[in-house]
């Protein structure tokens, strides 16, 4: 089952060699790994300047400005927080073969379903030449090769930090693989590559998603689009809803949990909607709304029927008014992408029925949707946040990184 | 998100009421899915002459013959046995609304991992109408809506018993769609319809997972194929090892954890190959062999390069002399569908690198590959068998019919 004929030659031999190492990598102990990750770190301080030149000529050819330039550009400081992160993972327990459950069946034959690697991983993502380096060493704790596409703003920053990983002493070759980026082509090898590649995972924009979701022919977990909801029920505080809203939508709008969208019950719209209204544009941020939030407030815009299903990524809101919980969860749950949802209420039956009806992968009461993160969760890192309901959903990182196998030991049983 | 614009209006209809229905499903109590059930199960006997009725016009219209028509044939007893496989249902242990995890973060946060429905289960079959209650009844337990797609073969059948099941009391509308089978536009709306759908899973032949793994666009479990190896290692039991290799290629040949290859130690082929053909050739089955194999004994054709990787899905087999383990776990890892593996041996050690080392689902030490099976394993039902090592992997039930859920409680907190 080696793939389809269609694969270039040079991504094949890339996800051959990966396959191979994968085969290593699975029956590496725990000190093994951990020793090859510690060689990445050590190995990313000592070829710092060599890192920070590769870094500039990508950075002079990219021409970009602001938020993009800043994406790109790696420092020292940087770097250092990318070995630091290296050291971080180490110290993480290891999921692989954990024994997830053992039994005996009557006629005696010994089940156990134990945790075992994926395989090999793919990566795809964007601009920002430190996912190179996570997505690496979170592939090799849970004994996994990986094969890494990464943007073409990129280029040489990624091309040099993974030679700079796969040089390490001990690294199985192909164990991590970086593919063309100077192509499309590699993209579409990489996930279509049933047999070679076990799971792709898209990190990046709707655009990205969208087009691994629609052309993938290996397992795909699909991440990130947030278009994330803070309802705001009759007996919410005021003040919390506040600090919850502009917290949401303002600490960093250009991320996956940032709040999108606020919801007002009606009972307070006349009270509230001025007031979060004076204070997001005093945030600088845009706020458009339905018919009703516009007549309640100035400087707001009309919002557009796309409005509602948009993810803005930037310093814009846009506020409905709905009647109950159930019209708030009903709308989220037409608009979200599934992704992060809040309730702000005083009321434990409002904030039950929210909980549990809406369908979301993290649903909050009293909290900001900017917590669904790896991180914030005590996962000690994270590997992106699946929307999907297949496999894991929401924040994932090691553990969600591995597969299972069932042994079965017998003594010659035969089914009757 | 509703799906793509291309589905045929009849199916999105189908579609949309599932999705609505799947809402209402995730909130029903145990008892009251129980409650369903039992209706089926009681519809089902109560409707036993219809049944047979429908069944009769499609097995005179397929005009089958031998296992074909016996596959799609019901008679009051394999009636009585899906209601019974029904009531089975009910007392299994409901996993919904199973706390997987808890804990609280530092910042007083508590998050809670809980166990819910897909939502949307598609699931496209062949000729079996059994399935057809099969999958209803697996996804309702676990509070799912499903739509089924199934064979040409049974359509009558399959349509009076998703009436049946449908017209239980208190059902909600939607939960059991069935989709035409008088086009494969309905399979290709199914499996694309993203945002409509949580899962596909295709139950079939070769040809069937392949079209829906190569066309999907929502998440798929990749079932069945199985090109199941037996290695009969140099210590192996000969009586053991005939008894287990008989009983996996013979007792259901038809089936994907039916043994398809045996891989025997080059130390004791001399001994071994000829009285094993002979007990193979004895009960019917055509023996495929290397030129080692053919040279050992009489009544074997030569096997090609294609026989390694066939699943042959009836009484034939091809045997394989390898020098030691390691060749049979190599052998196997590049050849077998990933599915069911069994080493025979009296040698711990090689066991254990067998178990280790073979990249399958399941993987056996003196056993036969046949009890790769939900009911074997003792899951009480079964959905199907993983190939895929995403989501789940092996046979699989009502656990692996659901995803999970993060609910995060808190007091205003937000993210510094």
Redesign the interface.
């Known amino acids: 089952?080696w793939g389809t004929a269609t694969i270039a030659i040079s991504t094949r031999e890339k996800l051959e060699r990966a396959r191979a190492a994968s085969?290593l990598l699975?029956?590496l102990s725990t000190t093994a790994k951990n020793e090859l990750l510690l060689g990445i770190a050590d190995a990313l301080e000592a070829h710092e300047l060599e890192i920070l030149h590769a870094n500039a000529e990508d950075i002079e050819l990219a021409n970009l400005s602001g938020a993009m330039a800043d994406r790109l550009l790696l420092t020292p400081q940087r770097i250092d927080e990318m070995a630091k992160a290296v050291r971080d993972v180490v110290a993480l327990p290891d999921p692989v073969n954990e024994v997830l459950e053992e039994?005996t069946?009557p006629n005696g034959?010994l089940?156990r379903k134990i945790r075992v690697p994926?395989?090999v991983v793919g990566i795809i993502y964007e601009s920002r030449p430190n996912v190179t380096v996570d997505a690496a060493t979170l592939a090799l704790k849970t004994g996994n090769a990986v094969v890494l596409r990464g943007g073409k703003e990129a280029a040489r920053s990624n091309e040099r930090l993974a030679e700079i990983m796969s040089g390490v002493s001990g690294m199985p070759a192909g164990a991590i693989e970086l593919l063309d980026c100077g192509t499309r082509e590699t993209v579409q090898d990489l996930i279509r590559a049933?047999g070679l590649v076990?799971?792709v995972i898209p990190r990046g924009g709707p655009a990205l998603i969208s087009h691994v979701?629609?052309n993938a022919?290996v397992?795909?977990?699909?991440t990130g689009a947030g278009n994330c909801h803070i309802f705001v029920d009759e007996s919410a505080?005021f003040e919390?809803a506040s600090?919850?809203v502009?917290?949401?939508k303002t600490?960093r709008p250009s991320v996956c949990n940032a709040a999108e969208k606020l919801l007002v019950h009606s009972g307070i719209a006349a009270d509230f909607v001025p007031r979060i209204v004076r204070e997001l544009t005093n945030a600088g941020v845009e706020v458009r709304g339905d018919a009703e939030v516009c007549s309640l407030a100035i400087d707001v815009k009309p919002a557009t029927k796309e409005d509602w299903?948009e993810e803005y990524l930037r310093l814009c809101i846009a506020i409905h008014i709905v009647r109950d919980t159930d019209e708030a969860i009903a709308h989220i749950?037409r608009y979200s992408?599934k992704h992060s949802e809040s309730i702000v209420t005083a009321e434990e039956s409002n904030?039950r029925k929210f909980?549990?009806?809406v369908?979301?992968?993290?649903?909050?009461?009293?909290?900001?949707t900017?917590?669904?993160d790896g991180g914030?969760?005590?996962f000690g890192v994270e590997m992106g946040v699946s929307t999907?309901?297949?496999?894991?959903?929401?924040?994932f990182a090691l553990r969600e990184l591995t597969?299972?196998?069932?042994?079965?030991?017998?003594?010659?049983?035969?089914?009757s």
């Open positions: 089952m085969a699975a029956q039994w069946r034959l089940i994926l395989g049933r076990d799971v979701m629609e022919l397992p795909v977990i699909e505080d919390m600090r919850i502009l917290n949401a600490q299903a749950n992408t904030a909980l549990g009806l369908d979301s992968a993290a649903v909050y009461w009293n909290a900001s900017r917590f669904t914030e969760f005590g999907q309901k297949l496999h894991c959903r929401g924040p597969s299972s196998k069932y042994q079965i030991i017998g003594i010659g049983q035969v089914r």
